[in-house]
């Protein structure tokens, strides 16, 4: 029985959007239809991005040597979120937006102080006290040739 509400409330959430609709068309008007078929255009394109970016997003954190799955939660989160838009109504529509408004894989990112050609690289104080950005990484480099077997 405990799993009847659930069944409930996914069987009652099409009623609840429609019921949305109506309401929110007898207070704006026919300014529904317009915002109904740009949040499916937004959905669908969403949807259409991430299909592309997620692949990179999960190579990048492996190599990055971050955990996988965060970046697969961050894909999946936005792939959901571009199918609510797509669903018609309001209150998808803003589960959506949270879905959207959750900070990603970027915020807890700790700068690398291995790799100082990043964007995380520490900015050094110039002679007025401002931050500079480095501007060359020094290193030491060997020229192999290229017919040799690797």
């Known amino acids: 029985m405990r799993f009847g509400w659930i069944v409930l409330l996914l069987l009652s959430f099409p009623v609840l959007e429609a019921i949305g609709i109506f309401w929110v068309a007898r207070a704006i008007g026919s300014w529904v239809v317009v915002w109904l078929l740009l949040a499916a ?3 669908v394109m969403l949807i259409r991005v991430e299909r592309v970016a997620w692949g990179a997003r999960l190579m990048f954190s ?3 040597g971050e955990n996988p799955l ?3 939660f961050a894909s999946g989160r ?3 979120a571009g199918g609510l838009l797509v669903f018609p109504g309001f209150i998808s529509d803003a589960i959506a937006l949270g879905l ?5 894989t970027w915020a807890g990112r700790a700068a690398d102080p291995l790799r100082p050609a990043n964007d995380d690289a520490a900015p ?3 002679d007025k006290g401002e931050n500079i950005m480095p501007k060359t990484i020094d290193g030491e480099f060997k020229r192999e ?3 040799s077997p690797r």
């Open 145 to 147: 040739p290229d017919d």
């Open 70 to 72: 965060a970046a697969m």
């Open 62 to 64: 492996m190599q990055s």
């Open 78 to 80: 936005i792939l959901l």
């Open 124 to 126: 050094t104080r110039g």
């Open 100 to 104: 959207l408004l959750i900070p990603g």
């Open 41 to 43: 255009v937004v959905g």
